[in-house]
């Protein structure tokens, strides 16, 4: 997808999350540090301490924020800027949801929708993480998900009603591999006490209640308008991959 990089100014919306050294002190420097860089701090949440989600085990409590800024930046450079913030601080990149000093997410970006190598925009997780719509709704509840059409508030409530079970959607995958697919999460869901729902979403009828929606797609976002709660796609290529990101996204729901 491409954009413009000298787009006027933009509101986005950033996580924090730290679980290493002062994570008060970590939190006060990257408000510092965005200012300085391009990204004019509008308001900021409380501070949250949230238990680990997936990663290694052992973990130190996080702490988890989020902020409002307003930038002139592309979405692209935004994010570089704050893996700049994240460096200088003295974030080292080891293991996937790992401990660190500092970590520092774009969530959304007004409501564009972007796919870069760099850039992934809304995030991804955000739709079913607990820990990042908490704080995300002191700062920005009202605003909305563009690619569920959800306010991030209505996100958060839709959380509280989901019955732990999931429907599954198949994005341009060959009908006669669903059966399979369908049974491998099923699998997997019933390791963390969750169920797949009996119906199976092609994307043509909405649900009237909450539903959690696995998307296997090649793309790394869901269709748009083929969502309107919390989803997680999962790479139609990988299933190797499916195991860590369902139990994890599981267990970012119901902490």
């Known amino acids: 997808m491409s954009h413009r990089e000298d787009m006027p100014e933009q509101r986005a919306l950033i996580a924090f999350g730290a679980n290493l050294g002062d994570r008060n002190s970590s939190w006060q420097e990257v408000l ?3 200012s300085a ?3 004019r701090v509008l308001n900021t949440s409380r501070l ?12 130190a409590i996080f702490l988890n924020a989020a902020l409002t800024v307003q930038t002139a930046l592309s979405a692209n450079q935004l994010v570089a800027e ?15 949801w790992g401990p660190r000093l500092v970590d520092l ?3 959304l970006y007004g409501q564009e929708i972007w796919d870069s190598p760099a850039c992934l925009v809304p995030h991804p997780r955000m739709s079913f993480r607990r820990f990042m719509l908490e704080p995300a709704c002191e700062v920005a509840g009202d605003w909305i998900h563009p690619l569920t059409n959800c306010s991030l508030r209505e996100l958060l409530g ?26 491998s999460i099923r ?3 019933e390791v963390a006490g969750w169920t797949i729902r009996t119906e199976v979403d092609d994307g043509s009828s909405a649900f009237s209640e909450p539903v959690w929606t696995i998307v296997i797609s090649g793309d790394r976002h869901p269709p748009e308008g083929a ?10 290529s990988e299933p190797e991959s499916w195991e860590p990101d369902i139990l994890a996204a599981v267990q970012a729901m119901t902490c």
Do not use: H, N
């Not at 704050?82 to 003295?90: D, K």
């Open 82 to 96: 704050l893996l700049a913030v994240e460096r200088e601080i003295g974030r080292v990149r080891e293991a996937r």
């Open 37 to 39: 860089r391009g990204a």
């Open 227 to 236: 969502v309107d709660g919390p989803y997680l796609v999962l790479p139609a």
């Open 187 to 189: 699998r997997l869901l």
């Open 32 to 34: 510092t540090l965005l």
């Open 105 to 107: 997410d774009l969530m």
């Open 48 to 59: 949250f301490e949230t238990s680990p989600i997936g990663g290694p085990t052992g973990q």
């Open 158 to 183: 839709q959380l509280d009603r989901i019955d732990r079970r999931a429907t599954v959607m198949f994005v341009r995958q060959e009908a006669e591999k669903s059966g399979r697919v369908l049974e």
